[in-house]
């Protein structure tokens, strides 16, 4: 059987204006709408969307979407105070969900992260729909390891609750790595129980991700980089993302190597890339730091020649799917990157798309730009290589449509909605209210 005509209502927690939303939301939905999958899609956009001018770019991304069959919903997002706000989104989003379900006749909610499962998991109870937790990473686990919450907080116990009753009444469930699946599926609702799976890194509209030789030399000529090896960071600063060590790398690697430029292409925070150059005596002619629009990133990548991403390696970063690598590689780029996150790794060690760094030491950082320097003399066959494993990996028309597909058609097709046990019929607010004895 195929997907035509199946109604599913995709719930997102990240806005449609984010970035997140643009890249790794919309276009799958595009892609399996045009499967047949007639989507309607809930979101909760930031103060941004509620301005004039974000109500003008919601109206013209309502009536873009329209056109690929996606009906779009949107409620607020709260911020703060952090608990309370997001109680009350979820039941704004629990409100919202099940009358769009019972309006639009929808058979399936497909859930992106913990808090749309929860409203998700509120709906398989009320209206018996199928579910699909798309676990983006483990948040508990990423805000202990972010310094947020404390192991056995309130927070981190109502989350894991909440997650223990999504893994034990989704009727499917997608991971962005193959390295957390035999974690996790061992946890409590997962543990000898089986559920439709799928890995689904995440990829890049390899339309809007591609080398541009016209760009790239207009760039290079823009920002006086002829003749030069460009290493790029793409991205925000701090975070996850190592930027004090970054600083540390670029600083070594220009020191050692005279012809070699940074680029940090960041939308923000550029008085503190100066500072941190500056701090390592890096003059200001040898790195440069710029914001581009969205579709100007993929111009600025094809400038570069490799791409730099460390991230904090923790034991919740092994759920993690930097998007970054994806569109470092579709740019026709060799990545540098830092060991234990995620399924990273095996694009070095596989692959052979770039260096793998073990510990961070200026000897270590010197190398690896030696090393990469060596393996891509050959710069134009070094990018046919990295975009065909792009091509390959981390496709979302290819790549990310299959998987789903594959998934929604176990869930929709191959098996009746799953049962829900007794213990699991309550409101949706008992997913907030953690017991005593907790564990998580």
Not at 207 to 226: D, H, I, K, M, W
Not at 254 to 271: C, F, I, N, R, Y
Request: with cysteine; proline share 3%; aromatic share 8%.
């Amino acid at each position: 059987m195929g997907l035509e005509g199946e109604r599913v209502l995709y719930i997102s927690y990240n806005g449609m204006l984010d970035p997140l939303g643009q890249s790794q939301v919309i276009p799958y939905l595009r892609e399996l709408a045009r499967e047949g999958v007639r989507f309607t899609l809930l979101s909760f956009e930031r103060e941004r969307a509620w301005t004039s001018e974000g109500k003008e770019k919601c109206a013209e991304l309502s009536r873009s979407l329209s056109q690929d069959g996606i009906e779009w919903h949107w409620l607020k997002y709260h911020k703060r105070p952090s608990l309370p706000a997001t109680v009350y989104d979820v039941f704004a989003g629990i409100r919202k969900a099940s009358e769009l379900i019972q309006l639009r006749q929808i058979s399936m909610v497909h859930a992106r992260s913990h808090i749309p499962a929860t409203i998700a998991l509120s709906m398989k109870r009320r209206h018996n729909t199928k579910f699909i937790f798309d676990v983006r990473g483990l948040m508990a686990e990423e805000y202990v390891d972010a310094g947020h919450w404390k192991k056995n907080s309130l927070p981190f116990l109502l989350t894991k609750k909440m997650e223990r009753n999504a893994f034990a009444a989704a009727d499917g469930l997608v991971t962005l790595t193959n390295r957390i699946w035999p974690i996790i599926r061992e946890w409590d609702g997962l543990r000898n129980r089986s559920v439709a799976h799928e890995v689904v890194p995440c990829c890049a509209d390899l339309n809007r991700f591609q080398f541009n030789v016209a760009e790239r030399e207009a760039v290079r000529s823009r920002l006086g980089l002829t003749g030069r090896f460009v290493v790029v960071y793409s991205g925000s600063i701090g975070g996850w993302y190592m930027t004090d060590e970054m600083a540390d790398f670029f600083a070594a690697v220009l020191e050692d190597q005279a012809d070699v430029h940074a680029l940090w292409l960041t939308p923000s925070g550029h008085e503190i890339v100066r500072s941190l150059m500056r701090a390592r005596g890096v003059s200001d002619e040898r790195y440069s730091v710029v914001a581009a629009e969205s579709q100007e990133v993929s111009s600025y990548l094809s400038a570069a020649d490799a791409g730099l991403a460390f991230i904090k390696p923790c034991f919740s970063k092994l759920a993690s799917s930097p998007t970054k690598n994806a569109e470092y590689l579709a740019c026709g780029l060799s990545l540098i990157i830092n060991a234990n996150v995620g399924d990273s790794d095996a694009l070095i060690t596989e692959e052979g798309v770039g260096q793998l760094l073990k510990e961070h030491s200026r000897e270590s950082y010197v190398s690896s730009l030696m090393n990469l320097r060596a393996q891509t003399r050959n710069l134009e066959e070094t990018r046919r290589h990295s975009r065909s494993v792009a091509e390959r990996l981390f496709n979302v028309s290819g790549v990310g449509l299959e998987r789903y597909s594959r998934l929604y058609n176990k869930v929709l097709n191959d098996r009746p909605a799953g049962s829900i046990s007794p213990k699991l019929r309550r409101n949706a607010v008992d997913d907030l209210m953690p017991k005593a004895d907790s564990e998580p």
